[in-house]
């Protein structure tokens, strides 16, 4: 049963566009909600958060959107640049007990962004 | 500079073998976790331990083996008993706020069985 999805295994933009990357949850006791990076035969870096007292967050180029209702959250990357190429990983955090330690995964989207 | 170390970079192992993944972090984390990576699937929990001399079995622990005898250490054995370990590993550790600021992962390892 997987509790956190990314339905679209790739997606590609134009440099200078933007890049919305999307993460579907099923666990209602998920309240933190995670974005990572990663490059290949690297580790995935972190690149933004959201609590679930929020609907918004923003660093830079990078937003994310939390709309719990639909348990549904999304990564916009504006302007998209050829670095931004990558797997993005979406993950989430159960704030319950030892679930707190753990980090749900997504399997991830890999953006190419064209020059 | 802080951050995780992981080693060897690439490890081949031949069938029946056991191996250990060495992961060290000089982040003062309390936590650690080893993930699997395989094609299209995401990152999967193998061990994780929130304390020295404590570990929890993740989604897929079988065929694996860990130890936390140090703060700074977390070795993973791939046993014999893991039916298919060729994949790419990842070392990651975490300490207060790592919900919002997330976890440090290593750079991986990848094991593949000839």
């Known amino acids: 049963d997987q509790q956190v999805k990314q339905n679209s295994p790739s997606l590609s933009v134009q440099e200078g566009r933007i890049s919305i990357l999307n993460c579907d949850y099923t666990?209602?006791?998920?309240?933190?909600f995670l974005w990572y990076k990663k490059y290949p035969a690297e580790g995935p870096t972190f690149l933004i958060s959201?609590?679930?007292?929020?609907d918004k967050n923003e660093d830079g180029r990078f937003t994310v959107f939390l709309n719990k209702s639909a348990k549904h959250l999304s990564l916009h990357i504006v302007p998209s640049q050829p670095g931004d190429s990558a797997v993005y990983f979406c993950?989430?955090?159960?704030?319950?007990?030892?679930?707190?330690?753990?980090?749900?995964f997504g399997k991830g989207t890999k953006l190419s962004v064209i020059p | 500079d802080g951050g995780i170390t992981q080693s060897p970079k690439y490890l081949f192992r031949k069938e029946g073998q056991n191996v250990t993944l060495s992961c060290e972090q000089n982040?003062?984390?309390?936590?650690m976790y080893w993930y699997r990576q395989d094609p299209g699937q995401g990152l999967r929990l193998i061990y994780y331990?929130?304390?020295?001399?404590?570990?929890q079995k993740g989604d897929i622990a079988e065929g694996y083996s860990v130890s936390r005898e140090k703060k700074e250490s977390f070795p993973l054995t791939v046993t014999s008993a893991q039916k298919n370990p060729t994949a790419f590993y990842l070392c990651?550790?975490?300490?207060?706020?790592?919900?919002?600021?997330?976890?440090?992962f290593g750079s991986g390892t990848r094991l593949t069985v000839v």
């Open positions: 666990n209602s006791m998920f309240d933190y």
């Open positions: 959201i609590s679930s007292i929020k």
């Open positions: 993950a989430a955090s159960d704030g319950s007990g030892a679930g707190s330690y753990q980090l749900t």
């Open positions: 331990s929130q304390i020295v001399n404590d570990f």
């Open positions: 990651a550790s975490s300490g207060p706020g790592h919900r919002v600021g997330g976890y440090t």
């Open positions: 982040l003062n984390h309390d936590a």
